[in-house]
């Protein structure tokens, strides 16, 4: 649940309310399977989970929280197309008041690294769970150094 945490962390940062006011937390986690090679491992399956951050008390304009929310996916969560819109549930408390519960869905890949001590048994070869980041090239240049 690493989206989950960063983006907990980045609206701590941000201010909005204090830390104490700002909790996070999974609602329903499911796994796909797909037990595909991929680089550097075993693409073992995507976690699908649903979220809640809920701020209490939160005096600030609402179109900043949902613009924080908004570049922050955009920025750190690019592949939404198949994921529903944020949802902000706004429960007013009075005139400048606001509890907030914002729901969003999440899909985190899992990797799976190839270790003769692991304890994964999977394909004939064992395996360990190793968090790792998956680096894919966004931009590239072909070359073909004056050669046709």
Known sequence: MIKLRALTTYLIERRLVLAEQLDSWTNQVNLELIWKPDVGGMHMGDMRYSATIALERF??????????????LEGNDQDRDELPAAKFDITMLDSDLADVDITLEFIEPQYLAEDPEGEIEGFGKTWSFIPFDLWIAEHGEVSSHGRS
């Open 59 to 72: 005096a600030d304009h609402p179109g900043r929280l949902m613009a924080l929310v908004g570049s922050w």
